[in-house]
């Protein structure tokens, strides 16, 4: 309750549980003493938040940097009394965005700090780079750095297909519980269970911030997210889930088939594309026709599975999809 809002804490006790006014204050005073909560103002107007239990922030040379390192100097000991499936999930996500740093930000510095206090941890990677948006924008040549956001939300991304499998960033952002993006102008946002949101700043900012969000006590574990992508009895990444709202731009309604094209590319090299309209309230014809007819048959061996379908986007789809079965 604290965590969602610090004020009142002992009255909403009362009124949540039941609790008498002298037992609400003795949780809290607990609380207090464990070092678990901060309090500050009088008794009246006391406002309560979640303690710092750990910080640790620093930064580092890109030159020879290993992201081993970090990970055991930095965010190992943060986190070494935290559940195993927890450890695991931050070494993943930390080792991850701190190579991609190192290999593609062009930075002289990456940045990291972790702060965790009773409920959950915070962990960030920044850099002072080209910016991880306008980069994707000049290596795949697209119109405009929002299309980024969206290549990045489909996976099997990478400007350096070499040495990377361009998986990192896709399900590093599905393992926590919350994951933003901030580079340029744009700052992405992805929650388990929230829509993808995609904003634009007013000031421009230089390199890339990463930031993740996970429950000390999340039963999530690595291979549990894998699996969520994998094809059935094996271990490819074959399955991708596409927020097809990060297509539509600020005022924008998803209607032409050169946008279906935006949305489609590299689709090709999934087995099963979940496309989840959560968020968009129609499509136009020619948009859901080159979606669901034209595309489909020219990919016989991708299925596209829509989900989370406005009234409105439903009949446009079975509109497609009826044309899609209409022979010849």
């Known amino acids: 309750m604290i965590a969602e809002d610090g004020q009142g804490a002992a009255r909403r006790l009362v009124a949540e549980f039941g609790l008498s006014r002298q037992a609400a204050n003795g949780h809290l005073q607990a609380l207090l003493r464990n070092k678990q909560i901060e309090a500050e103002g009088s008794t009246q107007a006391r406002l309560y938040r979640l ?37 695991d999930i931050w070494r993943y996500g930390i080792t991850e965005m701190v190579n991609n740093a190192i290999d593609h930000s062009g930075s002289v510095l ?14 960030w990677v920044a850099d002072d ?17 929002r299309e980024a956001v969206l290549e990045l939300a489909k996976g099997k991304l990478t400007t350096d297909p070499d040495n990377h499998s361009g998986e990192g960033i896709f399900f590093a952002s599905k ?22 949101v995609l904003m634009e700043r007013s000031a421009e900012a230089t390199g890339t ?28 990444f074959a399955k991708t889930l596409v927020p097809v709202r ?15 094209k935006r949305l489609y590319h590299r689709f090709e090299r999934f087995r099963h594309v979940v496309l989840d ?52």
């Not at 990060?246 to 279906?260: D, F, H, I, N, T």
């Not at 016989?300 to 009826?322: E, F, H, Y």
Request: aromatic share 10%; hydrophobic share 45%; with cysteine.
């Open 51 to 87: 303690a710092t239990i750990e910080e640790t922030v620093r930064d580092y040379p890109c030159a020879a940097l290993r992201e081993d390192v970090v990970w055991q100097e930095v965010f190992a000991p943060a986190v070494a009394h935290l559940p195993e499936n927890v450890r």
């Open 110 to 123: 990456v940045h990291v700090g972790v702060r965790r206090n009773a409920l959950y941890t915070d962990g």
């Open 129 to 145: 780079g080209e910016g991880i948006f306008l980069k994707i924008q000049r290596a795949l040549a697209l119109y405009d750095p």
């Open 175 to 196: 393992v926590f519980d919350a994951y933003d993006i901030r580079s340029g102008r744009l700052h992405f946002m992805h929650g388990r269970g929230a829509l993808d």
């Open 209 to 236: 911030l990463v930031l993740m969000r996970l429950a000390n006590d999340s039963a999530r574990t690595v291979k549990s997210v894998f699996d969520e992508y994998a094809a059935p009895e094996e271990y490819t």
């Open 246 to 260: 990060l297509a539509q731009y600020e005022g924008e309604k998803l209607v032409s088939r050169s946008q279906a």
């Open 277 to 328: 309209f959560a968020g968009v309230a129609e499509i136009g014809q020619a948009f859901a026709d080159e979606l669901f007819r034209v595309f489909t048959t020219a990919h016989p061996g991708v299925t596209l599975a829509p989900i989370n379908m406005a009234t409105a986007v439903a009949q446009m789809v079975s509109r497609a999809l009826a044309g899609a079965a209409e022979p010849l």
